[in-house]
């Protein structure tokens, strides 16, 4: 009987170990392109910070920022189509496209903002090819914002953090 508790503490271990290695395949497989190619976030600077839920005011960011100069290439994070074109502010000086993931990312919509020079609506783009240019999103505010990329996630209509699939 002495042994019991250790066999049974085994036994979980093992089962923890097999749980944690499928949940680690999934995501992996579910793992999205970087839209900058170098894993380089906004992070904080004076104007707040880039990561989901950080603090706007009377709001949290709905997204994660990417920082990236003005015209460089922005990757798809998925194979998608552009389903819709917008503005991300009401005086219409800066754009975004909303995208639907393709194949078994047919559940995500995403919006991706403060861009340039992308395709027309019903356009396809394969997982790490050109969706756009990045925009100067920095020059509406201040030299002392990190120009960024923002990208909003939805997983069947529903916002959600993209942090962990990146
Ligand atoms: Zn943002």
Redesign the pocket.
């Known amino acids: 009987m002495v042994y019991k508790p250790r066999y049974i503490r085994t036994k979980e271990i093992v089962g923890t170990a097999l749980i944690t290695l499928l949940v680690l395949s999934i995501s992996q497989f579910m793992k999205f392109t970087l839209l900058n190619k170098i894993k380089a976030f906004?992070g904080c600077d004076n104007w707040g910070c880039?990561s989901f839920g950080a603090s706007r005011g009377e709001h949290k960011?709905?997204?994660?920022?990417f920082a990236m100069a003005e015209n460089d290439v922005v990757l798809a994070p998925f194979p998608c189509e552009i389903i819709r074109h917008g503005y991300a502010y009401s005086d219409l000086s800066y754009k975004l496209i909303e995208i639907r993931g393709l194949r078994s990312y047919s559940d995500y919509t995403a919006k991706i903002?403060y861009i340039k020079d992308f395709a027309p609506v019903g356009t396809i783009i394969n997982e790490g090819q050109k969706i756009a240019l990045a925009d100067n999103i920095a020059a509406r505010y201040s030299t002392t914002m990190t120009n960024?990329v923002?990208?909003?996630l939805y997983l069947r209509g529903k916002l959600i953090d993209p942090t962990n699939l990146f």
């Not at 960011?61 to 920022?65: P, Q």
């Open positions: 906004r880039g960011h709905k997204g994660i920022d903002m960024h923002h990208f909003e």
